[in-house]
């Protein structure tokens, strides 16, 4: 089972920053926080994943709070390609041969 | 980055009929790739665990003699769909970790769609 809550859907703006909420109450000190994204009928793709620092690439923003029972995913700038199902995961660092287990996932709409 | 490809990408047969998914590993090798399904509208499934040299590991529920999984190099897992019906039409997709690593990052191939007339 999923160890993750998130909000079945959200709608966000273009040009807006799309903020997705993740509650992961019961996470390890050695899990890590990653997220993926599945745009329709494509295979999931990795946005980004941390551990208890915020964490920033070029494609998103990643906000675990102090306690780490929750996180945000942020798209600063979401466009209408941004549109899919995003998913929160928790697993264990270095636990490659351990597969993801996806949970519902928030289905995100970008609205012109 | 990493990439991973199936093939085919969509395949329709007719019932009764075998049907083989590929996945490899373009750019990196992968002891271990692992294998979903997806129904329309729903979250991906984990099927099985494919271990290079070895036999996979399937979840519980999931007939290892109807999904034939072989993972005979490190490039490379195949899935046989034995004797499909309907009820197998869906979303396959594969996924593989880069050997080596330890942030556990894993890379998905960009699924293959099944459906079994």
């Known amino acids: 089972d999923a160890k993750t809550t998130q909000p079945p859907s959200m709608d966000c703006a273009e040009g807006r920053a799309a903020n997705l909420p993740c509650n992961h109450s019961?996470?390890?000190?050695?899990?890590?926080v990653y997220w993926y994204r599945q745009i329709h009928s494509q295979g999931p793709q990795y946005i980004i994943h941390g551990l208890k620092n915020n964490e920033t690439n070029e494609m998103a923003s990643l906000i675990i709070t102090e306690d780490r029972k929750s996180s945000t995913l942020i798209l600063p700038h979401a466009t209408l390609r941004d549109t899919a199902v995003y998913y929160c995961?928790?697993?264990?660092?270095?636990?490659?041969?351990?597969?993801?287990?996806f949970g519902k996932g928030t289905r995100l709409s970008v609205i012109a | 980055g990493a990439v991973v490809s199936q093939h085919p990408s969509w395949v329709i047969c007719k019932s009764g009929t075998s049907v083989k998914i590929e996945c490899r590993s373009l750019d990196f090798q992968a002891t271990t790739m692992f294998w979903y399904r997806q129904f329309p509208k729903q979250s991906l499934m984990l099927m099985a665990t494919s271990n290079e040299g070895s036999k996979a590991t399937y979840e519980q529920g999931v007939e290892k003699d109807k999904f034939l999984i072989n993972h005979a190099s490190l490039t490379l897992s195949t899935l046989t769909v034995t004797s499909a019906h309907p009820e197998d039409s869906s979303f396959y997709i594969c996924s593989a970790r880069v050997t080596g690593t330890t942030n556990g990052e894993q890379f998905f191939g960009p699924g293959t769609r099944l459906t079994v007339l």
């Open positions: 995961i928790v697993r264990v660092a270095g636990s490659g041969n351990t597969p993801l287990v």
């Open positions: 019961t996470i390890s000190g050695n899990e890590y």
